[in-house]
């Protein structure tokens, strides 16, 4: 989820991680606004709960600077409607460079104050990837990909995910959190708690 701030942290780290522990990653983009509006919220809980929302963006702050990733800074509007940047990332996914595309996209909206939900600024993201904004977009607007994110996001639903980054092994177990990132992928490596 490209809105989710935490899943920006993970983002960058899950590859690496993965690597340094002989993990296969599967990655999944989905949309947690249907799982919110299930639960009768109609936004993030880090906008209903102002406290827990200046918590986070301090918490983020702190552990962006720990993993030596790039400045934290929340990007308004609050939650970024990211249906777009998902369907991207799914294509790239399936091209082969979905990581790549991934990191970018959480990169402008969580570090550079650009906002995903722009147009423009998927265009130059994939641009920057070296890649053609106009056969991208045409692509992320076909239904199998439509399909695809729908699947994907009813998938986490049904999984019972309550946010994102969420992590599930190939056993089943599931992991919240960019602070259970290790404790995902150890699980997954065979070296369960």
Same mark, same amino acid.
């Given at each position: 989820e490209f809105a989710s701030t935490?899943?920006?942290?993970?983002?960058?780290?899950?590859?690496?991680?993965a690597e340094k522990r002989g993990v296969a990653l599967i990655v999944k983009p989905f949309l947690l606004g249907p799982i919110f509006v299930a639960k009768g919220w109609n936004t993030s809980p880090f906008v209903l709960d102002e406290a827990k $929302?200046?918590?986070?963006?301090?918490? +983020?702050?702190r552990r962006a600077?720990?993993?030596?990733?790039?400045?934290?800074h929340l990007n308004a509007p609050f939650p970024v409607h990211s249906v777009a940047a998902?369907?991207?990332?799914?294509?790239a996914?399936?091209? $082969?460079? $979905?990581?790549?595309? +991934?990191k970018a996209l959480f990169t402008a909206q969580h570090s550079e104050?650009?906002?995903?939900?722009?147009?423009?600024?998927?265009d130059a993201v994939i641009?920057?990837?070296?890649h053609a904004p106009e056969r991208l977009r045409a692509r992320m607007n076909e239904a199998d990909i439509k399909d695809r994110l729908r699947a994907n996001s009813d998938e986490a639903a049904a999984l019972g995910l309550i946010?994102?980054?969420?992590?599930?092994?190939?056993?089943?177990? +599931?992991f919240w959190g960019d602070d259970r990132l290790e404790d995902a992928l150890d699980w997954a490596a065979g070296k369960k708690m």
């Open positions: 935490y899943s920006f942290l993970t983002a960058l780290r899950m590859e690496g991680e $929302g200046r918590y986070m963006v301090r918490d +983020i702050e600077h720990r993993h030596g990733l790039p400045p934290f998902a369907r991207l990332a799914l294509v996914l399936e091209e $082969g460079w $979905g990581m790549a595309a +991934i104050n650009r906002s995903i939900a722009d147009p423009k600024v998927l641009s920057a990837l070296s946010g994102a980054p969420s992590f599930v092994t190939a056993d089943g177990e +599931i």
